[in-house]
């Protein structure tokens, strides 16, 4: 496909290692180039500044998701499992499903639930005090598991499998690449084992998961629906919240004066989780599909267009954000795209909230300093900034 003659056209690949790993040295080059850009090795309309990410995040009748959020177009080629019946799907069906959805992730049992939540964080914090962790695995993986697949309701067996099937769905956004291939490769068992949990006859009565097939005995959609639906839970709920938290304690680390800042007003915890997810976002990128001609003032983005959406890059737009490139837990990141923006913003979004909160609440009292003791490792991943690595001294009072 050529491209728009009119449109700024970048030799920049948003999908290969270099730019995976250090995305925000990047971001400044798109979004200077323009509005709207082109970008030549992935073929793909892109939008990096905040006023024209979070427009189309919100017109949806005109930014489309049931072609997909990733590169993969529906219309033309096969996605690499059942579409999502929220995240890939436009309304009336998205009325519909997140109209059931919004009632099993309901704040009250996230209220019911937060005291234990709390418990479980100081526990697992009074366990590696002092000691050599590693960020991700010791906290960021271990704390999301100690109580997500519990909130959904999700058996024991094959729970090792969560994180793998996420990592899979976000590479699965990207184009055909290695990390796409080697997603796709190894989903088989992933997927398999997902899928047997999200089963009727393998969820807790009381999950989650059960009262999105209570929503089916009434009526409000098909079994079939039901297992998909928590299989949405499982998609996004992990992998997400691992590095969201991933993601926070190492700006922390590279922010000691911000932590102490959070210390002296503990009351700060929550700005501090939402300015993580403006600073360094984990979820960088998500497509959407023009479903007519999209004018601009110098031509148009044809229908059928798919359009890269740089969320992690508007939260650092220097016309939207002051001192944008600054991790400050004292701002207002309020309308950042982190968790996105319209009809498909998060459903999760309470959950990995109190998630890091409770984690906040126990670290606070008892964490002087989250001390980096050595070099950080990333994790490349198609849609998701991500650390396979964080070796972190939490050293005590
Ligand atoms: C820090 C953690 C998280 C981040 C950064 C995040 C980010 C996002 C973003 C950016 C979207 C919008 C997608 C779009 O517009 O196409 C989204 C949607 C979604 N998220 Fe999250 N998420 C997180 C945690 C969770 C959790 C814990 C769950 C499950 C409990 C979850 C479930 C979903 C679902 C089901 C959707 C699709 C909603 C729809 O299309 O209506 N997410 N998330």
């Given at each position: 496909m050529a491209p728009p003659a009119q449109i700024p056209s970048l030799d920049i690949d948003p999908f290969d290692d270099a730019f995976l790993a250090a995305p925000y040295t990047f971001h400044g080059a798109l979004r200077d180039a323009g509005p709207v850009i082109w970008l030549k090795p992935i073929n793909c309309f892109a939008m990096a500044r905040y006023a024209e990410v979070s427009a189309s995040l919100k017109d949806w009748q005109t930014f489309v998701s049931g072609r997909g959020v990733g590169m993969t177009d529906f219309a033309t080629d096969t996605p690499w499992r059942?579409?999502?019946?929220?995240?890939?799907?436009?309304?009336?069906?998205?009325?519909?499903?997140?109209?059931?959805?919004?009632?099993?992730?309901?704040?009250?049992?996230?209220?019911?639930?937060?005291?234990?939540?709390?418990?479980?964080?100081?526990?697992?914090?009074?366990?590696?005090?002092?000691?050599r962790v590693d960020g991700v695995r010791d906290l960021g993986e271990q704390f999301p598991l100690?109580?997500?697949?519990?909130?959904?309701?999700?058996?024991?067996?094959?729970?090792?499998?969560?994180?793998?099937?996420?990592?899979?769905?976000?590479?699965?956004?990207?184009?055909?690449?290695?990390?796409?291939?080697?997603?796709?490769?190894?989903?088989?068992?992933?997927?398999?084992?997902?899928?047997?949990?999200?089963?009727?006859?393998?969820?807790?009565?009381?999950?989650?998961?059960?009262?999105?097939?209570?929503?089916?005995?009434?009526?409000?959609?098909?079994?079939?629906?039901?297992?998909?639906?928590?299989?949405?839970?499982?998609?996004?709920?992990?992998?997400?919240t691992v590095n969201g938290i991933g993601n926070m304690l190492h700006a922390f680390a590279q922010h000691p004066d911000q932590w102490a800042k959070l210390r002296a007003d503990p009351s700060l915890a929550k700005k501090a989780f939402e300015e993580s997810l403006r600073w360094d976002g984990t979820v960088q990128t998500f497509f959407r599909t023009t479903s007519r001609n999209v004018p601009l003032p110098d031509g148009h983005i044809p229908a059928g267009s798919k359009v890269i959406l740089f969320l992690a890059s508007a939260n650092r737009d220097p016309r939207q954000w002051e001192r944008s490139e600054e991790f400050d837990i004292s701002r207002s990141s309020s309308g950042h795209v982190g968790f996105g923006f319209g009809i498909h913003q998060c459903l999760g979004q309470m959950v990995a909230r109190m998630e890091a909160e409770a984690l906040l609440k126990a670290m606070i009292p008892r964490v002087r300093e989250i001390r980096l003791v050595g070099k950080p490792v990333r994790r490349l991943n198609n849609t998701l900034h991500a650390l396979a690595s964080l070796p972190l001294q939490l050293l005590a009072d």
């Open positions: 059942p579409p999502s019946l929220l995240l890939e799907t436009d309304p009336p069906v998205h009325d519909r499903t997140r109209g059931l959805m919004n009632k099993v992730a309901s704040l009250s049992s996230l209220k019911t639930a937060m005291p234990q939540w709390c418990a479980k964080a100081e526990i697992l914090v009074d366990r590696l005090l002092g000691q100690s109580v997500f697949p519990d909130l959904i309701g999700i058996r024991e067996e094959g729970r090792e499998h969560l994180i793998p099937y996420g990592t899979t769905a976000f590479n699965g956004f990207g184009p055909r690449n290695r990390l796409f291939e080697e997603a796709i490769a190894n989903a088989a068992a992933a997927s398999a084992a997902v899928m047997e949990s999200c089963r009727r006859e393998n969820l807790a009565p009381n999950g989650w998961g059960m009262k999105v097939y209570e929503a089916a005995d009434r009526g409000d959609c098909t079994p079939e629906e039901a297992e998909r639906l928590v299989r949405s839970f499982l998609t996004a709920g992990l992998d997400t």
